[in-house]
């Protein structure tokens, strides 16, 4: 199994706490009272920003006060976004310890700590009781987890009967092998992509139903209706951008944008229901 931290060396130093509330400092933004919309430009760490998160909060049929697990956190704009637009209540869990402090950290000054409890953790052995959530989010999380069966089983676990999984992951595509780096990976052995087809059978064999399943075109349509919607949309703040956390992060979005464009990715948006 890959340690819960590989491939994660090339994000931004240990005190990226800091970096973060320095830079919002510097910008004149009030660090002790942010507005969650204003961190939009930084804190939706995946592909397609703040509009894939409210289709798949969509897509999932979110509702106020469900207990939602959102795996693979990072720095948690996905799980604010959930807890002050949809009004749930969310346990983020990351394995990464630094995204975890800058978590808990913009939670609380953007007054959500109430909302959003952060725990550290990994996907593969998820530190929580049978049956604990109506909910699991998962977003750009599986390209880095090798064991995607164990996440599988796990997300069944601690899901309670008729549970949902909603996910919007990075998938293989059929192009061949990935030119590097990617936002995800500085190599391939740091990268764990399947074929949507693999990704979807793994969790029908893990004891998932169907709901919706979105790949290519149609996921572009679920995230334009989105943004079209209003809803929890939000810019961000000049400035304050993921380069903060990943300092190539242009480049890496180029080699991503060049693996689109070949077929070398894919993308896969789904809404499981836990059998």
């Known amino acids: ?29 009030p660090v002790d009272r942010l ?57 983020a869990l990351d394995a990464t310890e630094r995204f975890c402090e800058l978590n808990r950290s913009l ?5 959500l700590g109430d909302r959003i409890e952060v725990v550290d953790g990994d996907a593969r052995e998820l530190p929580f009781e049978e049956e604990s959530f109506d909910l699991v989010w998962s977003q750009a999380v599986w390209q880095n987890i090798d064991d995607k069966d164990a996440v599988a089983r796990e997300i069944h676990r601690v899901l309670r009967p008729g549970g949902r999984l909603a996910l919007f992951e990075v998938a293989a595509g059929t192009g061949g092998p990935l ?26 064999r893990a004891g998932f139903d169907e709901i919706a399943w979105n790949e290519g075109a149609s996921i572009q349509s679920t995230i334009q209706a989105a943004a079209a919607d209003g809803h929890g949309m939000a810019a961000g703040v000049p400035g304050v951008t993921l380069e903060l956390v990943m300092p190539d992060f ?6 991503l944008a060049r693996n689109v464009e070949e077929q070398r990715v894919a993308l896969a948006q789904a809404v499981m229901r836990r059998a």
């Open 1 to 29: 199994m890959t340690p819960p931290d590989a491939g994660l060396n090339y994000y931004a130093g240990p005190d990226l706490n800091g970096q973060v509330l320095g830079t919002l400092e510097e910008l004149g933004r």
């Open 35 to 91: 507005d969650s919309d204003d961190l939009a430009s930084l804190d939706e760490f995946h592909a397609l920003g703040r509009p894939a998160t409210l289709a798949q909060a969509k897509l999932a049929a979110v509702k106020r006060g469900e207990r939602v697990l959102d795996v693979g956190a990072g720095i948690g704009g996905p799980s604010r976004v959930l807890a002050r637009y949809f009004g749930a209540q969310v346990t």
């Open 107 to 111: 939670c609380e000054r953007s007054g």
């Open 179 to 204: 030119h590097y780096p990617v936002p995800w990976a500085d190599s391939a052995d740091q990268s764990f992509l399947v074929p949507p087809t693999e990704l979807r059978e793994l969790l029908g």
């Open 250 to 255: 242009h480049a890496r979005m180029a080699g």
